[in-house]
């Protein structure tokens, strides 16, 4: 088992209160995955001190010098890229494919916002008068504190950190609990690169406790953070009396289109690929598909293939595509859910229940399921279930599908599925959506793209991701000189 201390200061730190607690690897529970220091608030403070300390001598450094680093950081992660993949796949459920995937794109964030470094810093305005010049200059917004999520334990960190050190802020992180690892091994990454001490703090610890000092500490003068809209929503109350800027990325409850004239193995393929890959625990999981009625009963039929060809184990098998849930308690969430739909009377199509035999008996495993005629209006419909859980709410015709569609508080990732040019665009206009597909799943971002969602998805102020991203992070000057006298 791996032991893990926070890091401090530039310094692996036990826990003030000398805590600590154990992961365990959810596709076999007798597995410890590792120990980890469990900080609390006064090792939140230390580190919100340190990362004051630091900011002076790291926003003195140009954007260049800090991408250089990140560039280092990069390399040094994709020497570990199969070993980091692994310990992944141990301590979140990923399957192999997944567990690699996610951390190549950590390593090409890494890559791109080292070359983004060369294009940070401001841009010329036209002035009214000769012999003026008017330019914006970027500057850090000093200590930022990010929180993030479980689902993406290491690409999602290095979407945030990246952004946030190159625009020469110090950072703060608390990585969810169930998943730290991956935060603190990209910490010792950014040591090994030569990081100045104090630039990067990660506090391994609860919400209540870390979390809750991360955003209410007056130090912080921006925070970010992915999670759930529940928690969101809290952090944003929290720093709004302060007005410190945020940036929250929240969950989504994501439809998938299809509309009678789409190739329905294609619609099947993507709505599964979409629904249960990562075990459906993606805030762009497709968990609606929204089908014309008239080809919804052949639509589900394929998608019940789709589910059955799910093989469901231990990630680090060869041949298994699909994970356990994260914990007992999301697993208990999704068949709760799963529940829930038929009690409102859908029907449970194929699926959804708990696997316990054989290898699986120590796991937190369940088959995917397909729920069929789901009113747009129920449970299962409107909440996050945050699992592999796919209901088929029908629609009449196009106009009827973008209305259920948009009938829902969340707008995070939405796709169409059809070869209707006409309608396809059509639906880029009227969906209300951060992201959106045509003939794609409604997961898998580009990196170079801005991210985000709208409505209870998002603060909806700042984008993640693409160039875009440093503008979280970076406050902008207007300077006016005037060089006509003399
Ligand atoms: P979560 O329960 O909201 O937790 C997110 C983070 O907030 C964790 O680090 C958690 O710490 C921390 N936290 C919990 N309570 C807190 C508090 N009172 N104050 C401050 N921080 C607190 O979400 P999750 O279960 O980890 O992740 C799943 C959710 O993330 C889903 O809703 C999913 O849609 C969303 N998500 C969104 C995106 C996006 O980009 N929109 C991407 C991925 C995931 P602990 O772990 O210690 O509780």
Redesign the pocket.
């Known amino acids: 088992m791996k032991e893990y201390q926070n890091y401090i200061d530039g310094e692996w730190t036990p826990a003030d209160s000398g805590d600590t607690f154990v992961n365990s690897n959810p596709a076999d529970t007798r597995e410890e995955v590792a120990q980890y220091a469990k900080g609390g608030r006064a090792d939140t403070q230390a580190a919100i001190a340190a990362a004051q300390k630091a900011f002076p001598g790291w926003r003195a450094t140009t954007a260049p010098a800090r991408g250089k680093i990140l560039s280092a950081v990069a390399n040094i992660l994709a020497g570990r890229k199969d070993e980091l993949a692994e310990m992944l796949c141990r301590e979140e459920g990923k399957t192999k494919m997944e567990a690699g995937m996610e951390v190549g794109r950590t390593i090409d964030i890494y890559r791109f916002v080292a070359g983004l470094s060369y294009t940070i810093g401001g841009s010329v305005v036209p002035h009214d008068l000769p012999n003026n010049m008017l330019f914006t200059k970027r500057e850090p917004m000093g200590v930022v504190a990010l929180?993030?999520?479980?689902?993406?334990p290491i690409a999602?960190p290095a979407w945030k950190l990246a952004p946030a050190l190159v625009s020469g802020n110090t950072v703060v992180h608390?990585?969810?609990?169930?998943a730290p690892g991956m935060a603190l091994e990209m910490a010792k990454a950014f040591e090994e690169a030569g990081l100045p001490q104090g630039v990067l703090n990660v506090v391994v610890?609860?919400?209540?406790d870390v979390?809750?000092e991360?955003?209410t500490n007056p130090a912080i003068q921006a925070l970010s953070?992915?999670?759930?809209?529940?928690?969101?929503h809290?952090?944003y109350q929290q720093l709004a009396p302060r007005m410190t800027r945020a940036q929250m990325?929240?969950?989504?409850k994501n439809p998938t289109i299809v509309l009678a004239d789409a190739d329905l193995n294609l619609a099947a393929k993507l709505v599964a690929m979409a629904g249960f890959g990562q075990t459906g625990q993606?805030?762009t999981a497709t968990s609606r598909a929204i089908v014309d009625e008239k080809v919804a009963q052949e639509f589900t039929e394929k998608l019940v293939l789709e589910a059955q060809a799910r093989n469901v184990g231990n990630g680090l098998n060869d041949g298994v595509n699909m994970g356990p849930a994260v914990s007992a308690g999301e697993l208990d969430g999704n068949l709760d859910y799963v529940k829930i739909a038929q009690d409102e009377g859908a029907e449970l199509c194929w699926g959804g229940k708990r696997l316990g035999e054989g290898d699986l008996a120590h796991g937190h495993f369940m088959s995917p399921a397909v729920v069929g005629n789901v009113k747009n209006d129920s449970r299962l419909a409107q909440e996050?279930v945050?699992g592999p859980v796919v209901g088929v709410v029908q629609s009449g015709d196009f106009d009827e599908a973008i209305s259920l569609a948009n009938d829902i508080e969340y707008g995070?990732s939405a796709s169409i599925i059809t070869r209707d040019i006409n309608k396809a665009m059509r639906y880029t206009d009227q969906i209300e959506a951060g992201v959106v597909k045509i003939n794609q799943i409604s997961t898998g971002l580009a990196l170079q793209a801005p991210?985000g969602?709208v409505k209870h998805?998002?603060t909806n102020s700042f984008k993640?991701q693409g160039q875009t991203a440093v503008d979280f992070y970076t406050r902008v000057k207007a300077v006016y000189l005037d060089y006509s006298a003399g």
């Open positions: 929180i993030t999520p479980w689902n993406f999602l608390k990585p969810a609990s169930m610890g609860s919400g209540r979390g809750d991360l955003a953070f992915t999670g759930s809209h529940e928690i969101g809290g952090i990325e929240m969950g989504g993606v805030c996050e945050f995070l991210f969602g998805s998002s993640e």
